[in-house]
């Protein structure tokens, strides 16, 4: 019986944990003025992975300074960062942003 109550429990764990969340390098700015994405009214943060861009859920575009800075804003600049998520329903579901050193 306690064989059988492991194996449901690595079993379940297993398929919880198959999210799929990726940690990779991406590029990042603001999804209309930068990646050409016109479904969403106004400036929306937004990633380019493999060639593809997505709206990014779970972090502002404004969370990392004022996104229309002429130097390091997102609606100006495209910007690298190490991005932590998963791609669902043709958006980005990210759980932590990390920007990188402009060079």
């Known amino acids: 019986m306690k064989k ?5 429990i690595l079993m ?15 590029a ?12 969403e009214e106004g400036c929306s943060l937004a990633v380019k992975i493999d060639k593809k861009a997505y709206f990014v859920d779970g972090f502002n ?5 004022d996104a229309h800075d002429k130097h ?3 609606c100006e600049v495209i910007r690298q960062a190490e991005v932590t998520g998963v791609v669902e329903n043709n ?10 050193e402009m060079k």
């Open 4 to 8: 059988i109550l492991l194996i449901a």
């Open 72 to 74: 390091t804003g997102f």
């Open 28 to 39: 990042i700015s603001c999804g209309q003025c930068k990646f050409d994405l016109d479904s």
């Open 91 to 100: 958006r980005f579901k990210a759980t932590e942003i990390k920007l990188l």
């Open 12 to 26: 379940f764990t297993i398929s919880c944990s198959n999210n799929k969340e990726v940690k990779q390098v991406a």
């Open 61 to 65: 575009i404004d969370d990392f300074g």
